[in-house]
Nanobody, 122 residues
Framework: QVQLVESGGDLVQPGGSLRLSCATS????????MYWVRQAPGKGLELEWV??????????YAADSVKGRFTISRDNAKNTLYLQMNSLKSEDTGVYFC?????????????WGQGTQVTVSS
């Protein structure tokens, strides 16, 4: 079965860095777009899209709120997705999820992990 397991979340001071990882299994990782999304505290079920990467890993996209600070990458040999987070701000606090994306005539999230908590605070 499809599994996505995020790790790397932590408590970090503003200006600090973290690297999130998402280990995947149960599907052909190299064939799918992957996203990172986050859920801010108090936002209920609202998810904010953070970043995207194409199957080959040579095209990436980032939300304006994280552009220049966060870098998405993937290792298709290891079936693993990453998010390098630099210059962290308090507003980056939240639960971060990696998402397997179905692309085509319509795009939608079909699987996501349990999330990893990132807290940015002094």
């Amino acid at each position: 079965q499809v599994q996505l397991v995020e790790s790397g979340g932590d408590l970090v001071q503003p200006g600090g860095s973290l690297r999130l990882s998402c280990a995947t299994s149960g599907f052909t990782f190299s064939r799918y777009w992957m996203y990172w999304v986050r859920q801010a505290p108090g936002k209920g079920l609202e998810l904010e899209w953070v970043s995207a990467i194409n199957p080959g890993g040579d095209s990436t996209y980032a939300a304006d709120s994280v552009k220049g600070r966060f870098t998405i990458s993937r290792d298709n040999a290891k079936n693993t997705l990453y998010l390098q987070m630099n210059s962290l701000k308090s507003e980056d606090t939240g639960v971060y999820f990696c998402v397997k994306v179905v692309s085509g005539s319509t795009w939608y999230y079909d699987y996501w992990g349990q999330g990893t908590q990132v807290t940015v605070s002094s």
